[in-house]
Every structure is written in structure tokens, then in C-alpha cells.
């Protein structure tokens, strides 16, 4: 499967250090990229020269979605030791946190960035 219109090559990706092997992390691109998408109201899709800014938002974003992958406990609120008791957190809570981590990363990374004269997520007032 062809992966086109990527904000991070697999190659740079690499450079910066990253892990993953090419095919999950076309996938995770593929998953922070709609999410970029879905703040910066799709200023980047289509476009050259995506920004330094970008690439590296992107890789803290592939980052936070590989832990989720590596830690696939971190669903539980609580746990006792005394009789033993574990209480995880509901899917709809799961979903939330994770959504709020990444749209964090967007925020604080692409926070002031200019590209094509806008503000990229800029959302109008």
C-alpha cells in the first residue's frame, strides 16, 4: 500500500531516532496525521515543504501513540493490594485522556508556527 502526503518520511522519521518498523509506522503517521489535520483545519494537506515544526510534532506524536501500543495496562484508575482489587477506567475515559494527550502535543509544538502566512491552528475568532 502506497502511504502519499506524508508530513514525515519514514527515512526522517529514523534520523530522529525513531523505532518502528516501516508498515506500523505508516499506520501511526497515518493516525497523527488526520489529527494534525483535524487542528490546523487542513492548512498542511497537499503542501511542499512541510515545516521543521511539523515533522517534529509528528514524531512526538508517533512517540505518545507507541507507548499506548507498549503499554497496554495503563487502563487501570486503581489497584489495592490487601484482598487484591483492580478498578479500570471505562473506554469512553480511555479515549478522552488519549485524545487530550495528543491534542496537547499539537498545541504546545504548533503554538505560533506561520505557514503560507496563517497560523496553523488558528481557528478564527
Excluded: W
Amino acid at each position: 500500500m502506497e502511504f502519499s502526503g506524508q508530513y514525515l518520511t519514514f527515512l526522517e522519521y529514523l534520523d530522529l531516532g525513531g523505532t518502528l518498523k516501516q508498515t506500523p509506522f505508516n499506520l501511526l503517521e497515518f493516525e497523527a496525521r488526520k489529527k494534525i489535520d483535524g487542528m490546523t483545519q487542513c492548512r498542511l494537506v497537499g503542501k511542499e515543504n512541510i515545516p521543521n515544526e511539523v515533522k517534529l510534532c509528528m514524531f512526538n506524536i508517533l512517540g505518545k501513540l507507541t507507548s499506548y501500543i507498549e503499554k497496554p495496562n495503563s487502563n487501570i484508575s486503581s489497584e489495592s493490594v490487601g484482598s487484591y482489587s483492580v478498578t479500570y477506567k471505562d473506554i469512553k475515559q480511555i479515549v478522552e485522556e488519549k485524545t487530550y494527550e495528543i491534542e496537547n502535543i499539537i498545541l504546545d509544538d504548533l503554538y505560533g508556527i506561520i505557514f503560507n502566512g496563517e497560523h496553523l491552528i488558528y481557528r478564527g475568532v
